[in-house]
């Protein structure tokens, strides 16, 4: 029970970075005309968010390994109901702008912080379930943001969400206060530019991070074209929307799952990843298919895939990082997610742009796929080698 409550206020934080970033950008759109004016100042507004994250996260992770997760855990909070309010108190569109871009820099500090201290607070054998609720936790943060902000932003405005983020972020951060234990840093080695270079480009580190980002640009293109490739098939704005539902939950309640399954040695982070990738590729395939079986099955299989490959690289990063630079870890993966999660719909829109939505699809199915099939096909090389080699 102890290691609950620890873990309690560090899933509400993975929650309130998730709510935050859609339950905004998924009414933006619906924003007055003064903020909003072209399709461009939305597309920058959009971005706000999460390009401070892009920048700061890995800033703030090696932040949190020298002075400590839970003072950078807790700043971030606070910054985040700080730039909230200032929103909420000012209720001016040109404030909105200030909000986004402090609330994007707080949750770059918060995010990564949370994600150490899941791995700190936690043994090794456990790591895939607590990486599994951590994710759980945020999915359902996804998944709720645009429903809830948009009941919000109808009943009071966008002023009435900014309040309601500004009382999340406190919360929270009262509940860490009680409940999360100091994890002072630990002693480190000094670490070279070069250092740095060869830990983030050794394999050990890579694998998960191009796996997570890879889920996460397939997660993005689902939530964002699903419902394009719906409305073209003359499917309505429910089935569409129910349609982006079920891919959301899918990948809530698999993650779970998937960590537990870790934890308990029925698979192995490197098999899981290949298989999730391979799954999520499948989605996008499906979403090749006219119709609304074409687009269900995508969300399923993009929403497995992805709550698959989550927990499992989240624990192999948490597995093979010293303690002492799980801040720094976390961080930059986070920074892979990030790209992954603008890289993905920019590069089925370009396609789709020059050919079809449906292309566009395909070459990111053939990309999520092109990962485990390399492995595989290098394997099968290798033990092949090894057999004629002579006794």
Known sequence: ???????????????????????????????S?????????????????????????????????????????LGGLVSFAIASG??????????????RLGQGAAASAFSPAASSLVARLNP???HGRAFGSYGFYKSIGYTLGPLVGGALVWLGGFRLLFVVMTVLAISVALWALLAVPMTPPLPRTRQTVLDLARRLTDPVFLRPTAALAGATAALSVGVGFLPVTGAAAGLGTVATGAAVSVLAATAALVQP???????????????????????????MGCATLPGLLGVLLAAVLIG??????????????????????????MGTAELGRELGDAGGPLLVAGVATAASLTYGYAVLAVLLAAGPAYYFCATRSRGGQANREPN
Do not use: C
């Not at 290691?3 to 619906?30: E, K």
């Not at 799952?257 to 989605?283: K, P, Q, S």
């Open 1 to 31: 029970m102890a290691t609950d409550r620890r873990m309690w206020p560090l899933y509400a934080a993975g929650f309130t970075t998730a709510f935050g970033a859609h339950a905004v950008a998924a009414n933006l759109g619906g924003f």
């Open 33 to 73: 005309a003064d903020a909003v004016k072209s399709l461009l100042t939305l597309g920058v507004l959009l971005a706000l968010y999460d390009g401070a994250e892009v920048v700061l996260k890995p800033v703030f992770g090696t932040i949190a390994d020298r002075i400590g997760a839970r003072p950078v855990l």
């Open 86 to 99: 200032l929103y909420a108190v000012a209720d001016s569109p040109g404030w909105l702008w200030v909000a």
């Open 124 to 126: 090794a054998a456990k």
């Open 257 to 283: 799952r998937a960590g537990r399954a870790l934890d308990a040695g029925r698979i192995t982070a490197r098999g899981g990843l290949g298989i999730g990738l391979l799954v999520a590729a499948a989605g």
């Open 304 to 329: 497995a895939g992805t709550g698959l490959i989550t927990p499992l690289g989240f624990s192999a990063l948490a597995s093979s990082t010293s303690p002492a630079r799980l801040g720094q870890t």
